[in-house]
């Protein structure tokens, strides 16, 4: 048997790596963080006119109806271009939460403005996957939120924000929703943004009742975005990394056939083999509902956190003393993915977690 990706999911890749190439350069990538824009609109129409904004949502609602390996595939070519466009919540999360656990009028209320990129959210999951942090939680009375909400993403651009509290229940809340205050957290990389997100009584429609296996879901597509970023964001810096040791001369002759260069490369060609096979697996499970799809995703992640740390160390070392310059923007790659290493869990704690599932109860 052969597992590989389908034409059209080749097609589908294609068609987005050639207009990232056009919209999002590294000039632009570089605009974006230096003049700290708030939200990059040219960007997000090139994803709503590939219709990425309606990726996951049924055809019914306005959307493509395609799967959650399908969106692996758009995070991977997203983290290649390290693009500054909210994906994770507006793309994924939010459409998900309302396909599973919205009543009829709700998804026909929000589904079809998601597909078409009109309707932007930012989600609120970090106290269920990371961990709660000291003064973290959020907990729902008479259908009024009270608490706080660390390391929510996707707030740029964001109309509406999906919190799950401490009983696993969802609920949407409006930005401008009376007693919700929005503090930003300034993060290494600012190609994404996260905020603080502080309750005061603010008013929320609830999706459904408490739902921990929805909420486990939702985290496990989420960790698997964040491994297929880190994918395409790592297999970038490696390319970068061996198109400049083929180029630069020392003593002569090109760096690359230096012992010690040709080591550093291919350490890195080699912790990134297993990598894709991971996330498409992780993919193909989630989307075929099979048992072991939260174990896959914790190990895709873990595993990509791990191989991306050591890809974005030894891909600037080759680069030497420019590496850590603006010169090249190496530096942005590497930040996104010291970003998504500890996003949603460290490798360590996703490892606990994964032991966790394998213990005979």
């Known amino acids: 048997m052969e597992f590989c990706l389908t034409s059209t999911q080749k097609e589908l890749q294609d068609s987005i790596n050639r ?3 056009k919209v999002c350069p590294l000039e632009r990538v570089r605009r974006h963080v230096n003049d700290r824009e708030p939200f990059p609109s040219d960007v997000w129409q ?31 070519s997203l983290g290649q271009f390290v693009v500054p466009s909210p994906f994770l919540s507006s793309v994924i999360l939010a459409p998900l939460a309302i396909m599973h656990a919205g009543n009829s009028d709700q998804k026909n209320q929000w589904l079809p403005s998601m597909a078409t990129g009109q309707l932007r959210m930012g ?29 929510v993403m996707d707030e740029a651009g964001a109309q509406h924000f999906i919190v799950v509290d401490d009983e696993a229940r969802l609920h949407w809340v409006d930005r401008c929703a009376p007693g919700l205050l929005v503090t930003e957290l300034p993060t290494i990389d600012r190609t994404r943004s996260s ?16 739902n921990p296996k929805l909420v486990q879901y939702l985290a496990d597509v989420a960790r698997l975005m ?17 198109s400049f040791a083929k180029l630069r001369q020392q003593f002569g002759r090109p760096i690359g056939t230096f012992q010690a260069v040709k080591h550093l490369c291919a350490e890195m060609a080699a912790e990134l083999e297993p990598a894709r096979s991971l996330v498409w697996y992780s993919g193909y499970a989630l989307d075929e ?38 010169v090249l923007g190496l530096h942005y790659w590497f930040k996104r993915n010291a970003w998504s290493y500890q996003a949603l ?10 032991a966790e599932l394998q213990t005979p109860s």
């Open 195 to 210: 905020v603080r997100l502080d309750f005061d009584g603010v008013t929320c429609v609830g999706l459904g009742q408490s």
């Open 345 to 354: 869990g460290s490798p360590e704690r996703l490892r606990e977690m994964a």
């Open 123 to 151: 989600i609120a999951l970090s106290e269920f996957t990371a961990g709660r942090r000291s003064g973290s939680g959020v907990n729902c009375r008479d259908n009024r939120l009270f608490g706080r909400s660390l390391f």
């Open 289 to 326: 509902k099979l048992p072991d799809a939260t174990l896959a995703c914790l190990h895709a992640k873990s595993y990509l956190a791990e191989a991306s740390r050591l890809i974005s160390r030894s891909a600037t070392e080759v680069h030497g003393g420019m590496g850590i310059t603006d």
């Open 46 to 76: 090139v994803l709503v006119d590939l219709g990425i904004t309606g990726l996951i949502i049924p055809e019914s609602y306005g959307g493509l109806g395609m799967g959650v390996l399908d969106a692996a595939l758009v995070a991977e």
């Open 226 to 242: 964040l491994a297929a970023d880190m994918l395409g964001a790592s297999s970038k810096m490696l390319d970068e990394a061996v």
């Open 19 to 21: 207009a990232l190439t």
